[in-house]
């Protein structure tokens, strides 16, 4: 059975700074491929892997002072985030990452939303005993 985890009982942390009002946390985990032919055939024969890419997104409702400020002076940092539902839970760890962008919007009858992109050297996951 597939285990739900619940945003109202996760939590994001920076660093040791949790990080108040996230909506969504998103990333992506790729490694480059390749692909071998043999001389003369158009079929693949094998695949080789190459580079390991992680990228995360936060989205926070309005804003999140200690993301900025790492817009602002560049520095190394790490993202926890702590997936929860009842007893069960799973710890997402996102080393070595580094700010890349921010975009922030305001609709019409809601309230600022920002979202933060981050890339990181590597992702690991790990559930609770």
Known sequence: MALVFSANDSEVRVGN?????V??????????????TAIGSDERIAVYY???????????A?????LDRLLAEPQSFQVVATLRHGDSARTVAFDEC??????V?????????TL???SATRVREQDAE
């Not at 909506?23 to 071998?36: G, K, L």
């Not at 309005?62 to 200690?66: E, L, P, R, Y």
């Not at 580094?98 to 975009?103: C, G, R």
């Open 62 to 66: 309005s804003a999140a002072d200690m």
């Open 105 to 113: 919007g305001l609709a019409d009858g809601g309230h600022a939303e």
């Open 98 to 103: 580094w700010l890349e962008s921010k975009d």
């Open 116 to 118: 933060y992109v981050f």
């Open 17 to 21: 700074d949790l990080v108040q009002g």
């Open 23 to 36: 909506r969504a946390v998103e990333y992506r985990s790729a490694r480059a491929q390749h692909q071998v």
């Open 50 to 60: 190459g580079a390991k890419s992680v990228i995360g997104r936060l989205r926070v």
